[in-house]
């Protein structure tokens, strides 16, 4: 790898972007380095006040129909994960580069941005778009205020490339994921005498025995698509809190879960259920227990990538890259939000997503090397198309 792509990888590494912090310095360091080569940099912040944004560069002419290049700036929490170097300074060895977010996806931003001195060095016929974003690893939270700015004020792009880590295979089909906080709310009181009150953690029990009935009739019944493991819809319950003390009636207690739906599916197939039967569990306990209380609120929504047989996006990569064969992937990316805002979008990016989230995180240079000509195929297209 040449030095101006080293140098960017380093520094993008050197940026503590865990999503529970801010992205600020990332971002104006990158509008900054895209600014001095020409490109337009239009920053757009989070709409809720965190010291987070999102960022849309343009190089070539102002008009619709272009390429998107996307990539979440964010990476995953290092904290107790047993790292043998600092996850957040660049390790390079004889084949690969190890640091928080090599492979997802500072490696494919950092590829982008090497050879955007190349992109301006000849007008391109079809703009090129960097689309980078916040809170992806949260539940892809940023990209929708990105493309909210996109269809109010900036051109329509027709196709956009999703770089997460595919060992450049073509990602044309992945889950949505939804993610929801149910709180339930019972009655506290002396543990001695658990019947004057309503224990909480007892009630979420309740629930989460119902759902895990819900979800054995979702395995046996579908719907199904072969393509992904499992080939259903899938929840897991991924947090439990609840309760004061020992010997004190739980008043309260929270989970937090997920859904993941294959294209077709909807989270409806367990909420509906479910809140069916809690109306009717809720019914029973409020004839002696009127504060008795169960809400499920929504957290996070990132909609499924929906193949969509030779599509612009499959139809360019295919040619780009002569690969002839697709992949589902069994992971959520930003994709099916860039679809759902009228693009046609396909997930293609070095390294691999099993590397990824992993102490002493490393993408391969071989991968990177194949990013590199795949992106340099995409310039020499653009400046004729």
Not at 303 to 312: D, F, G, Q, R, T
């Amino acid at each position: 790898m040449n030095d101006a792509f080293v140098g960017i990888l380093d520094r993008l590494i050197g940026f503590d972007t865990v999503s529970a912090r801010s992205n600020l310095s990332l971002i104006h360091w990158i509008g900054d380095y895209l600014k001095q080569h020409g490109a337009t940099v239009e920053i757009v912040p989070a709409p809720d006040g965190q010291p987070k944004a999102n960022l849309w560069a343009t190089i070539g002419p102002k008009k619709d129909g272009g390429i998107v290049l996307s990539g979440h700036t964010d990476v995953v929490p290092v904290e107790g994960q047993p790292w043998t170097s600092d996850p957040f300074k660049l390790i390079e060895t004889d084949k690969r580069f190890i640091g928080r977010g090599t492979s997802d996806m500072k490696g494919f931003i950092a590829l982008c941005l090497a050879l955007v001195p190349d992109m301006a060095a000849k007008p391109l016929q079809t703009p090129l778009h960097f689309a980078f974003s916040y809170d992806e690893e949260l539940g892809c939270l940023g990209a929708p205020h990105l493309l909210k700015a996109i269809g109010e004020k900036l051109p329509q792009p027709r196709i956009a490339i999703i770089g997460e880590p595919t060992g450049m295979k073509l990602g044309v089909r992945h889950k949505g994921v939804y993610s929801f906080e149910t709180h339930v709310t019972g009655k506290d009181g002396h543990s001695s005498q658990p019947e004057r009150g309503l224990n909480a953690i007892l009630l979420a029990a309740e629930v989460m025995g119902e759902m895990a009935r819900i979800y054995r009739g979702i395995q046996e019944n579908g719907p199904f698509d072969r393509s992904f493991d499992p080939p259903h819809c899938s929840f897991n319950i991924g947090n439990v809190d609840g309760g004061t003390a020992v010997n004190i009636i739980a008043r309260e207690c929270r989970f937090l879960w997920d859904f993941r739906a294959i294209p077709g599916g909807h989270p409806d197939q367990i909420l509906v259920p479910l809140r069916a039967f809690i109306e009717k569990r809720l019914g029973e306990l409020r004839q002696s227990q009127p504060l008795a209380d169960i809400v499920i609120t929504p957290r996070v929504s990132a909609p499924p990538l929906v193949e969509e047989h030779e599509s612009a996006a499959e139809a360019l990569l295919k040619h780009l890259t002569g690969a002839n064969d697709t992949v589902s992937l069994p992971y959520a990316t930003e994709a099916g939000q860039f679809q759902q805002a009228g693009m046609s979008a396909i997930v293609c990016g070095p390294g691999h997503i099993a590397q990824a989230h992993q102490p002493d995180e490393f993408i391969d240079k071989e991968q990177l090397a194949a990013g590199d000509a795949f992106l340099r195929r995409l310039i020499d297209w653009a400046r004729v198309n």
